[in-house]
C-alpha cells in the first residue's frame, strides 16, 4: 500500500522517511519545495510529488489520483498546516496522522470526530513524542484512579529542538500558558506553576507550559483538572518571557522570530539523539487524598516520534484503527507507550 508522507524534507520528516524505508515501506514523499524533495528522493529510492497546500479541493483531486491509502503529515506549524490537509483527507476518505502538540490544534482536529466517522477515517493528532508517551501515561493512571480529579504530566527532552519545533515554539509562547480547570481550557501565565518531579533519574524542578495533553488526556481520562510541566529558564528569565509574549504575539514580529530560529536551529545531530533520552512523570489524585504515580523513559523525542509514527502508519493500514478523530491512548490503548522502542515505564508509589 502506498502511503504519503507530506513534510518529508524537513527534520522530523527525514527522520520518519528513513525509519520507513528500514521497515521496508515505500511512502510517497511530499512537500512544497520541488528541489529539496527531488533530492530526498533520489537519495532514498522514493517517489515524489511536490504539492502546496493552498487548494484543500485540489489536495483532495491528488489524493484520490495517487490513490494513497494514507498522510503522514510533518509540515507544521500545524496551526497554518493542519486544516486544508484534513480538510483534503476528509474529501478523499483518506485516514489522517500528524505530530503536532499544539492545544488547538488538538482542539480543532479532535472536534472533527463526527466528520471522521462519516468519511470513514480515522484522524490521529499527536502521532509522536507529543503526545503519544504523556497520553498513554495519563490513560494508565485513570485506570489505576478512575475518580481521579487532578492530573499532573511533566516531561524531559533534552538533545535541542528541531527548526520547526522552534518556530511552534514560538508561536505557542505568544500566547502564553494553558490548563484544564473544572474541565474547562483555561489560558494561564507561562510557568503559572512549578514543582519538583521525581523523574528516574533524579528530582527536576519544573514549569507549567501549553502543552497538548491540556487538550488530548482530558479526551482520554475525563479528568478536570491537568497540568503538564518540564524543565523551563529560571523564574528571572520565564518572567521576561512572559513580558516579551505580547510582542512575539504580533504576526510580523513572530514570522522574524521563526524566520531566525530557522536559520539558526538545524536540530540534533545523530550522535546527540543517540546520547540523550527522554523522561517523563505522571500522578493523578482523588478528592480523598488517593494518588497514583507514574515514570517512564525513552530515546530521544525525535527518535521516539520517528518510531511511534511509522507504527501508527502501520497500525491504520492494517485497519486496526476505528473511523473518528483519536487521541493516542483512544487509538492504540493505554500499553501502546511499551511497544515504542527503547520505552520502559515504571510504578512510583
Not at 60 to 66: D, K, S, Y
Not at 275 to 284: D, E, I, K, L, S
Request: proline share 7%.
Amino acid at each position: 500500500m502506498t502511503w504519503m508522507l507530506y513534510g518529508s524534507y524537513g527534520y522530523t520528516g527525514r527522520l520518519v522517511a528513513a525509519v520507513a524505508k528500514a521497515r521496508g515501506h515505500e511512502p510517497l514523499l511530499s512537500g512544497r519545495d520541488t528541489q529539496r524533495l527531488a533530492t530526498q528522493a533520489v537519495e532514498l529510492g522514493l517517489p515524489h510529488r511536490a504539492l502546496a497546500l493552498a487548494d484543500a479541493d485540489a489536495l483532495a483531486g491528488v489524493l484520490r489520483q495517487t490513490r494513497v491509502q494514507l498522510v503522514a503529515h510533518c509540515a507544521g506549524p500545524y496551526s497554518a498546516t493542519a486544516e486544508p490537509m484534513v480538510r483534503a483527507c476528509l474529501a478523499a476518505s483518506v485516514p489522517y496522522l500528524d505530530v503536532t502538540g499544539e492545544v488547538d490544534v488538538f482542539e480543532a482536529l479532535l472536534a472533527m470526530d463526527g466528520a471522521a466517522t462519516q468519511a470513514g477515517i480515522p484522524i490521529l493528532p499527536g502521532s509522536g513524542m507529543d503526545v503519544v508517551p504523556t497520553d498513554c501515561l495519563a490513560a494508565q493512571l485513570a485506570g489505576r484512579l478512575p475518580d481521579a480529579v487532578r492530573l499532573e504530566l511533566a516531561f524531559l527532552a533534552p538533545g535541542g529542538m528541531s527548526p520547526g519545533t522552534a518556530k511552534t515554539s514560538l508561536e505557542g509562547a505568544s500566547k502564553g500558558g494553558r490548563a484544564r480547570i473544572d474541565g474547562a481550557l483555561v489560558r494561564v501565565p507561562l510557568g503559572w506553576r512549578r514543582r519538583t518531579v521525581q523523574f528516574p533519574r533524579g528530582p527536576v524542578e519544573v514549569g507549567s507550559l501549553p502543552w497538548g495533553d491540556v487538550s488530548t488526556a482530558y479526551r482520554s481520562t475525563g479528568i478536570p483538572n491537568i497540568v503538564v510541566y518540564t524543565k523551563l529558564p529560571g523564574r528571572r528569565r520565564t518572567g521576561l518571557a512572559r513580558l516579551l509574549a505580547p510582542i512575539a504575539g504580533i504576526p510580523p514580529v513572530r514570522r522574524r522570530m521563526q524566520a531566525l530560529a530557522v536559520r539558526r536551529i538545524t536540530g540534533p545531530s545523530a550522535e546527540t539523539r543517540a546520547a540523550t533520552w527522554t523522561q517523563f512523570w505522571g500522578r493523578v489524585e482523588n478528592d480523598r487524598g488517593e494518588s497514583a504515580e507514574l515514570t517512564a523513559t525513552g530515546p530521544n523525542g525525535y527518535d521516539m516520534t520517528a518510531d511511534a509514527m511509522v507504527r501508527i502508519v502501520e497500525r491504520v493500514l492494517a485497519g486496526r484503527v476505528s473511523p473518528g478523530a483519536h487521541t493516542p491512548a483512544q487509538a492504540h490503548g493505554k500499553d501502546f507507550i511499551a511497544e515504542l522502542d527503547g520505552v520502559t515505564v515504571g510504578e512510583r508509589g
